[in-house]
């Protein structure tokens, strides 16, 4: 018995399936380029065991933790940690088999796949989770997780990835990324430009935040254009470590480009803790453009991640912090938001602005067209809640008419799950080579040029769009 | 010959197609929970026959005289009675055969499916509906009606009804409802509660309703506090006559958690009339709120119908009144819009809010994630103009990986045509088994998982969410 | 060997496929209707050759040269004129290699197949495009472009089109069609009567367009009501050459019925060049009500375009002028936007009101609820970006179960790429009889309704609709 089927994800059409499970065998073994994740640089670094298997697959994921919680499970007896440093739940055993008499809620979901895909490739379980094998299954993950071919490192260079990138705070010292480079260890793991704490001046600690950042820097960050330099600084010193792309979690996608004397105001404003709900929009928004402009210079890719209310329930966000299973995607415009940015850097085709989205139905009606026609403009993979066969299948049935293939990137993992990447990418490689197979089976692409777009989305165009 | 084919909306792949039919086969006996809808409840308090065929599927059904007006067919041709009581159409047979010489405009649709089911599965007809075969089929449902195996409650024992519930208003006495208990029938028939008249400021004769509602529940219902006494009386009342549930259709999903002064201020307001727009939908938005904090008390499910703009022709609204097909799904935000109510009491895991949409791009953006993570939230069915195949197959396609199947709540079938019942479900329930059979074809589902999933969807669900 | 698989766009499921072949092969060889496009009139009456390959098939089609711009490619590379009148590339040779080197480009775009169609069906070519056979197939379509039967009235009638609709401003003279009707020529080329010059205060010297208006007209068109009778004159003139239709490309779908003193004026204002946008917004939204008002008098069709957000790069603008691929669907609001219109006229079944849109999610939500009830109203073919494969299925997915078919219009190629127009309607054929094809092998459609509604579809709901 097996947990997951060979032909998964592949059309049902018999012919077609063969199809696509042609294209998949042709690159199915091509290494993982992961230009875009939140792994922690630590476990490579460090290279210590993973703790136990509730810490691996319930605590940390929010996707397992949301679903559980939604059907009333508390927080606290997921182990998730309270603000307060109070009482939740240690016994790594007993979360465990909260998960496993839960699992039936994960049905339909990719998370059900992605956890399958873990037991069974990572750890050898062919069993059916479900309160009865909870244990067993307990024990033969532990089991592994204490043996060396199951640290990080090991596990990295098992999962075939070519590179990865990781995400770190503009203020971060890149401790980890350091200790990783000095210990000669060949995985090729790099950083990412986060500025999220020293651009938007609704982050706690704002004013403190570029007063760091200018330590950091060696500049004075309080005015205007000394933050700027402070910024160029920054990315270099990101750049020594790999970065080549910079990431940037907007609520909107609004951008501005306002003239130099009226931005310089405004982040005094924001710096004196003044700026209005707005201006602080705006000025995120004019950053964005900064961001473009230095990227003309030191060829960092930038990265537009729009679109979430972030951490909905009050009683929750106070209780248990950022981050817990409540960021919830929202409507979003792009047409009038972009046009700054566009109208600044778009027709530059020696630079890439990536685009994401929470927001589907931009797909065929905003950005297909903006990345059909601008150079700059690429369009990200599905993202977060869309990182799934349905969300795929819509992903490249809505953008690929108007965009084409080669307006795309490829496919992020996104996740701070690290046996989860080996799951994702294969989804992702499985859903292109279905879609592609419907295309030779409709006429609308022919069957001697289908390896080779597979080829491009699974391993090219990632490489080439994030220069990795 | 048959009108219906056996396999409708099943998958074509023939495997699939086995698949889908042999769960079907599986669930398609089990009883009908119908825990929304609008059923007259006089049907089956006196039990008498249905009048004709006109007036059974034509004159009351807004599905069905709504696409002949679309070609042009005045609604006095169709018997649709007037504002002022002048002439429309009273020769049922004229309506019948008006009828059946456009029925090729129903072509591709729902309405098409549920006649041709009723007329098959519950009067015996076979032959294609046109203006050839209009006069015999009149005749041929004609006979049934006057037999006593076709009265309602012969019909409710036949479509195999475990209960259904009915809505009505605040100011409702229940009468039909006291009858049936009365009548010692075993036919389950409860009620909703829906309060419209006396939550919303913009209904006509709102202070009228009030004196009447404080009236029934023996409370001074113009103050604040009074009234919010008479709705749990009123409530109270409801559940006597076996509701579980209040049912909610405001414009917009607008929620609000004013103190309570300010809200005893805005309803004084309201008293007086002298509420702004804003201010009504901000009244209608709190008491939303105030509904789910007596639901955590009394038990109800609260249930929310927004987004309709209803009465879009003033023509036809000062010619034939309110519900004439003329009302038309507007974009619905949720995620900031229901913030005020899920801070209240979308953390309690001891109530079911259940959430509708007319706006089918919220089911991925917004609705999902939600009921994805809040314990109280659950998504109802596809509703109104998406109670169909390709309205269903949507909502699973992009409800099920982020929400699951068990923040669904079943089907409900919202219907005031008895005789589309039966064809309602049975629809739900071929589509569910489709759904189902193509996550096993893909993977994404054992098979062996797949019979408790689609008796789930068609039984436990509804009966569970609603406690009937 | 073939550019074009024969089953190209027909369901993968050899069964259903067989259904979708049988429906094709009953309605392939109807006439063409283009009710709606851009085709040069001039082309029909001087019926001189096609300059050569590239001002064919690359400079003057914006699908074409957006996407290979999209990758970097100056416009100046690919020939499109400069607003400067600056150099640009000239040698057609040139272009179409590199038109040829970048093919891979359009995989999966619709632009893909239109080439391929008229490289074949028209041209004789049956190599794959790329950089080894540019010169061969440039040759070869030259060699063809020298000789009789390959100008455009030979290509009309080869094509089949039974009637064909260009665009003509208000302000036109009609020279090329009264040169065609002179000729005695059969083709049936008629006009649109397109009047975005005089009705939009915004447009570039909106007030002397008003002045050339009365004079062609005879009418003092300063004064509201010579305004008036100035387009009643024209309209006319239109209708003598053939016209059957007004179009009308707005950037929102708003409508405004304002009291005739208001209109009045807020034409003054308009005139004097002293409209705010949203007054000139509001009296562009008036203007649509009265030609719905000279419609019900003269009984032209009224289309309108809304949604699209013009010229988005200034820079692109600048150099190259307007229409250069930088046209960007925005989400357009039709649920209030239309009211005031509907209101107007939405009731009467004697005209005609065929609503398009940019924004596919108001098919289910919006546009069918809408034409699925008015009985003026129709909806159009997908357009532009959506005049595809998967646009056009979903626009049958998203809008038959409520609107059903007879409340569309069949297709309209909406072009100005003479040779893309068999190419685009035979997609339309195809998807139309696939998606039939599916209603029928899932028991939605009876099989001997089904060649009706292809026949319908392909050809007479085109001619009814726009009285062809």
Known sequence: MTLLDEDRLFPTEPAVRGLARALYDEISDLPIISPHGHTDPRWFAENQPFPDPAQLFVTPDHYV???????????EDLGVPRVDGGATETDSRKIWRLFAENFHLFRGTPSRMWVEHAFQEVFGVTKRFSAETADEIYDQISDCLGRDDFRPRALFERFNIEAISTTESALD???????????????????????????????????????????????????WTGYLAAHRNRRAFFKSFGATSSDHGHATARTEDLPQDVAAKLF?????????????????????????????????????????????????????????????????????????????????????????????????????????????????PPWWFYDSYEGMMRFREMATETAGFYNTVGFNDDT?????????????????????????????????????????????????????
């Open 173 to 223: 010292d890149l401790k980890w990324h350091k200790m990783i480079r000095d210990s000669g260890w060949g995985g090729n793991v790099v950083t990412a430009y986060r500025p999220d704490a020293v651009v938007d001046p609704e982050f706690d600690g704002f004013a403190q935040n570029i007063a760091r950042l200018g330590d950091l820097a060696g500049e004075d960050a309080t005015s």
């Open 416 to 468: 701070r799950a690290f046996c989860s990447i080996p799951a994702r990418h294969d989804v992702a490689r499985r859903v292109d080579c279905s879609f592609l197979a419907n295309l030779v089976a409709t006429g609308r692409l022919a069957e001697d040029e289908a390896p080779e777009v597979a080829h491009d989305l699974t391993y090219r165009l990632a490489k080439q769009a994030y220069r990795l």
């Open 268 to 380: 005094d404003k924001a710096l004196q803790g003044k700026c209005s709900a707005d201006e602080a929009d705006m000025f995120r928004g004019h950053m964005l453009t900064e961001m473009a402009r230095m990227s003309l210079d030191d060829g960092l890719v930038l990265q537009i991640h729009p679109g979430s209310a972030r951490n909905h329930s009050a009683d929750i966000t106070a209780r248990f912090g950022r981050d817990k299973g409540y960021d919830i995607p929202t409507r979003t415009d792009y047409v009038t938001a972009l046009r700054p940015l566009l109208n600044a850097v778009g027709e530059r085709s020696d630079m890439t602005v990536i685009l994401f989205t929470l927001d589907e139905t931009s797909y065929t009606r905003e950005l297909a067209p903006l990345a059909g026609v601008y150079p700059a403009l690429k369009l990200g």
């Open 65 to 75: 933790f949301r679903m559980l919680h939604s059907q009333g499970i508390p927080l």
